[in-house]
């Protein structure tokens, strides 16, 4: 005779099973037990454990015990622990075995024995759920998506209905402006919708040949951009039922916007889907065509909703024109909120620009970046902007600040006053660097730019005011008149380390304007003395900086490593999967060694 003490984890008072005999299997006396339980609708977790005066018996197989011993105890009572996982849809459900069907179900089909009307309703609930998630959400995305999406099923809705105000429009303007000539309705109607047709494929083609390279590296901008055209679009098209007379000139129009943002809205989509990729898996396939089936319902209800709300204003002008003006407020306004939901992780220019000055925020100060000194610090101090914190700040509407865009910081050796002095010294500067520094105005193009100048002479002393004006335009000016030179074969991480250097360089070159005090003291002083110092500082050229060149390309070269790892920290994409779109003027020159690596 043996007793066998078996503890359930919901309870302190412990069961005892006596009278089993030895060679009876404790696991069927366990399943019995664990069957009894679950009839009274408990689930327990067991822990099994022999009393102290019983005399186990021999471990081996011919004592007719299970041959895998205390293995097989400790295998029965960890089957209470399974639970069935939905990864796609991240759910959770505790599996109980039932001795009636001798398999193992969920918790919630076992209860159903019990509550029948509420285990209906919950399985329709969760069977609802799946099959609209299976049909209308992808797979593997980042948070950032839900909220995207959120507001561009507004957004879609909204320009549904807009859409059947236009296409009224355009048809109440056919038919009047017909009205003088009703034996040839049919024929002028079809030709001028033809037309309007052709000539807007025209446009789009040419379109697409002019801004196709541009879409990848600024796919917010241009896909805010694409909304702006859009509601254009639309309201040329309301404007031909105003003015019926000039159809085919506002059709023509309105359809050539209209194709012009449904081109550069398709060529941005992919961008801004593959930012919503967890990583997890290769799923720019399902994003996209979830996000079809998401425009096809919600424009089929804005169609709808369109027609109802035409027959209840009528066609009055005054009416159609209210309504498009406040549904195209709207409309704008989700896709600003929908575009400021995309976290990009990978860095175009912009954004590059605008984290490597945090970085050097961090790292440096004014005085290390005259006398060339290295402040180190580590690594994990140093903050930068995160994707998510650059998403909610990046410009979407204005274009970049002046210094963060390409054309800027990019040039060729052709953009300033070089002589063959000057490039020597520079080649030898940046020997095994794919890209060279230079400094000096831009002569090649004509920018309009502010030069900074003291007023007109006869004029008083400047003030506080205007001295701190004169200062800061000297400063923006310096930082302005240096530029890239990549070499043909430079990389991203070329591109990278040499905005660093650049980022260095325009920092240098600002503190080494005079201070407002120095400024005041030549304001003083008779004759030009203020005029002529501007000229100077404005005329600066490589050879007149050379030093802070050099300065600005060895701590660049020193700062490249950390920065990169600073990156990957806060999450940024490396340089190989970078946005920088294309740098088209470049040069070649003899590099003695390897500049920057490729980064992976």
């Known amino acids: 005779m043996t007793t066998t003490t078996i503890t359930a984890k919901s309870t302190s008072t412990p069961m005892i099973i006596r009278n089993m005999h030895p060679h009876t299997s404790l696991s069927s006396t366990v399943k019995r037990v664990h069957h009894n339980r679950l009839r009274?609708?408990?689930?327990?977790?067991?822990?099994?454990?022999?009393?102290?005066?019983?005399?186990?018996?021999?471990?081996?197989?011919?004592?007719?015990?299970?041959?895998?011993?205390?293995?097989?105890?400790q295998q029965e009572t960890s089957i209470d622990l399974l639970n069935e996982v939905d990864v796609r849809h991240g759910t959770k459900t505790?599996?109980?075995?039932?001795?009636?069907?001798?398999?193992?179900?969920?918790?919630?089909?076992?209860?159903?024995?019990?509550?029948?009307?509420k285990s209906l309703t919950s399985t329709i609930r969760q069977k609802g759920y799946q099959t609209i998630s299976n049909a209308f959400l992808p797979e593997g995305v980042t948070p950032s998506y839900y909220k995207f999406i959120q507001w561009r099923i507004i957004q879609r809705y909204i320009?549904?209905?807009?859409?059947?105000?236009?296409?009224?429009?355009?048809?109440?303007?056919?038919g009047i402006q017909s009205k003088s000539a009703a034996n040839a309705l049919g024929l002028s109607a079809a030709l001028n919708w033809v037309l309007k047709?052709?000539?807007?494929?025209?446009?789009?083609?040419?379109?697409?040949?002019?801004?196709?390279?541009?879409?990848?590296?600024?796919?917010?901008?241009?896909?805010?951009?694409?909304?702006?055209?859009?509601?254009?679009?639309?309201?040329?098209?309301?404007?031909?039922?105003?003015?019926?007379?000039?159809?085919?000139?506002?059709?023509?129009?309105?359809?050539?916007?209209?194709?012009?943002?449904?081109?550069?809205?398709?060529?941005?989509?992919?961008?801004?889907?593959?930012s919503f990729r967890d990583g997890s898996k290769e799923n720019i396939g399902d994003i996209t065509a979830k996000g079809e089936a998401q425009i096809a319902i919600v424009d089929l209800f804005g169609i709808i909703s369109g027609v109802l709300l035409s027959?209840?204003?009528?066609?009055?002008?005054?009416?159609?024109?209210?309504?498009?003006?406040?549904?195209?407020?709207?409309?704008?306004?989700?896709?600003?909120?929908?575009?400021?939901?995309?976290?990009?992780?990978?860095?175009?220019?912009?954004?590059?620009?605008?984290?490597?000055?945090?970085?050097?925020?961090?790292?440096?100060?004014?005085e290390s970046t005259m006398n060339g000194k290295d402040l180190r610090r580590s690594i994990s101090e140093i903050i930068i902007p995160t994707p998510d914190i650059m998403a909610k700040s990046e410009r979407i509407f204005l274009p970049p600040n002046?210094?963060?865009?390409?054309a800027i910081s990019f040039g060729s050796f052709g953009r300033a006053k070089l002589a063959p002095d000057e490039l020597s010294e520079l080649m030898e500067i940046f020997a095994k660097e794919k890209f060279l520094l230079v400094v000096g105005k831009d002569v090649k193009n004509n920018r309009r730019t502010k030069t900074a100048r003291k007023r007109?002479?006869?004029?008083?002393?400047?003030?506080?005011?205007?001295?701190?004006?004169?200062?800061?335009?000297?400063?923006?000016?310096?930082?302005?008149?240096?530029?890239?030179?990549?070499?043909?074969?430079?990389?991203?991480?070329?591109?990278?380390?040499?905005?660093?250097?650049?980022?260095?360089?325009?920092?240098?070159?600002?503190?080494?304007?005079?201070?407002?005090?120095?400024?005041?003291?030549?304001?003083?002083?008779?004759?030009?003395?203020?005029?002529?110092?501007?000229?100077?500082?404005?005329?600066?050229?490589c050879r007149d900086v050379m030093d802070l060149i050099r300065l600005s390309r060895e701590q660049g070269d020193q700062l490249f490593g950390t920065f990169l790892k600073v990156l990957s920290i806060r999450?940024?994409?490396?340089?190989?999967?970078?946005?920088?779109?294309?740098?088209?003027?470049?040069?070649?020159?003899?590099?003695?060694?390897?500049?920057?690596?490729?980064?992976?």
């Open 159 to 174: 320009s549904a209905i807009v859409h059947v105000f236009g296409t009224q429009s355009l048809l109440m303007g056919l």
């Open 197 to 274: 047709d052709a000539l807007g494929k025209i446009v789009r083609m040419l379109w697409a040949s002019k801004m196709g390279r541009k879409f990848d590296p600024d796919a917010k901008r241009w896909r805010y951009r694409s909304s702006l055209l859009f509601a254009l679009g639309n309201g040329l098209e309301v404007m031909t039922y105003v003015f019926p007379s000039l159809f085919l000139v506002l059709a023509t129009m309105a359809n050539s916007f209209k194709q012009m943002s449904m081109l550069t809205s398709s060529a941005t989509r992919n961008a801004l889907y593959n």
């Open 40 to 73: 009274s609708g408990t689930t327990f977790q067991f822990r099994l454990q022999l009393a102290s005066d019983i005399q186990q018996p021999d471990a081996s197989p011919s004592n007719n015990q299970h041959p895998n011993g205390s293995d097989a105890i």
């Open 311 to 366: 027959r209840a204003i009528g066609t009055s002008v005054q009416a159609v024109l209210s309504v498009w003006i406040t549904l195209q407020f709207f409309e704008v306004t989700c896709v600003y909120k929908q575009l400021r939901a995309v976290v990009f992780r990978m860095l175009n220019f912009e954004r590059l620009w605008l984290v490597t000055n945090h970085f050097l925020d961090e790292v440096l100060d004014s």
């Open 456 to 541: 007109a002479n006869g004029a008083k002393q400047l003030n506080s005011s205007e001295l701190l004006a004169l200062a800061e335009q000297m400063k923006q000016e310096a930082m302005e008149n240096c530029h890239i030179v990549l070499h043909a074969e430079a990389n991203n991480a070329d591109i990278v380390k040499s905005t660093l250097a650049l980022a260095v360089l325009r920092r240098k070159l600002s503190d080494s304007v005079p201070s407002i005090d120095e400024l005041q003291r030549l304001d003083n002083c008779q004759g030009d003395a203020i005029d002529e110092m501007i000229n100077t500082y404005s005329s600066r050229r």
């Open 402 to 406: 002046h210094l963060a865009r390409r």
């Open 94 to 117: 505790q599996l109980i075995y039932d001795p009636a069907k001798e398999r193992y179900i969920d918790s919630q089909t076992y209860a159903s024995s019990k509550y029948k009307y």
């Open 571 to 600: 999450q940024w994409a490396t340089p190989a999967r970078f946005m920088f779109g294309r740098v088209s003027m470049r040069a070649e020159w003899p590099i003695r060694g390897s500049g920057s690596k490729n980064v992976k």
